[in-house]
């Protein structure tokens, strides 16, 4: 778990599954500044390359709430903001 609010770790993925895998994995807390939720997420990250040669992180931020549980996210689990 992240030590401060919006906050997160990134880690390098060194046993991918297969070549769409992630390239990083990890998680972050982050705080809702309209309603003060704090939601509990997964990270994702993929080195891709822009058509002039410049790498990036493409990143993905999935809910842990709704992972456990294995379904879509109901209105009100949506990241807040």
Same mark, same amino acid.
Request: net charge positive; hydrophobic share 40%; proline share 5%.
């Given at each position: 778990m992240p030590e401060y609010p919006n906050s997160g770790t990134l880690f390098r993925e060194d046993k991918k599954a297969k070549p769409t895998s992630p390239d990083y994995k990890g998680q972050a807390m982050l705080d809702c500044p309209h309603c003060?939720?704090? +939601? @509990?997420? %997964?990270?994702?990250?993929?080195?891709?390359?822009? *058509?002039?040669?410049?790498?990036?992180?493409?990143?993905?931020?999935r809910s842990?709430? +709704? @992972?456990? %549980?294995?379904?879509?996210?109901?209105?009100?689990? *949506?990241?807040?903001?």
């Open positions: 003060a939720r704090s +939601v @509990e997420v %997964r990270l994702s990250g993929w080195i891709k390359t822009t *058509r002039t040669g410049a790498k990036f992180l493409s990143l993905s931020f842990k709430a +709704v @992972e456990r %549980r294995g379904e879509a996210p109901a209105a009100d689990e *949506r990241l807040p903001f």
